[in-house]
C-alpha cells in the first residue's frame, strides 16, 4: 500500500523558513518521479516542484522558484520541501504525491492526476 504522510508545517512570520517532509512506503522511492502541490483559501491547487529521483533532475513553479528547495533522502525514503523568505501568500495546505511534472504546469492540479496523496499539512505565513 503506498503511502505518503507529510510534517513540518506551522504557523511562521513574514521572511521565516520551514522544512517540510514527506515520509512514503509502498513503492520504489529511489526511482519515483514526486512532487509538492498546494492550495490557498479560495484558489485551485498550484503544482510547486517535481523532483525525479533516479535523475535528480528538479523543477520548480516560477512562484517559489529561488526561495524553495526540494530534495530527498533515499535511506529515509522521504521527500523534503525546504521553504524560506516566505511569503503571505505562500499559505496554503501543502501535499506531496507521487508523480513527475503535470502536463501543464500552468493550470490547476486535479485530484485525479496524480494516484497518491499524503493528508496534507497547513503552512500559515502571518505579516
Known amino acids: 500500500e503506498v503511502q505518503l504522510v507529510e510534517s513540518g508545517g506551522g504557523l511562521v512570520q513574514t521572511g521565516g523558513s520551514l522544512n517540510l517532509s514527506c515520509v512514503t512506503s509502498g513503492f520504489t522511492f529511489s526511482t519515483s518521479a514526486l512532487s509538492w502541490v498546494r492550495q490557498a483559501p479560495g484558489k485551485d491547487m498550484q503544482w510547486l516542484s517535481t523532483i525525479y529521483n533516479f535523475q535528480a533532475s528538479s523543477y520548480y513553479a516560477d512562484s517559489i522558484k529561488g526561495r524553495f528547495t526540494i530534495s530527498t533522502d533515499n535511506a529515509k525514503n522521504t521527500l523534503y520541501l525546504q521553504m524560506n523568505n516566505l511569503e503571505a501568500e505562500d499559505t496554503a495546505v501543502y501535499y506531496c504525491?507521487?508523480?513527475?511534472?503535470?502536463?501543464?504546469?500552468?493550470?490547476?492540479?486535479?485530484?485525479?492526476?496524480?494516484?497518491?496523496w499524503g493528508q496534507g499539512t497547513q503552512v500559515t505565513v502571518s505579516s
Open positions: 504525491v507521487n508523480g513527475g511534472l503535470p502536463y501543464d504546469r500552468s493550470r490547476a492540479v486535479k485530484r485525479a492526476d496524480y494516484d497518491y
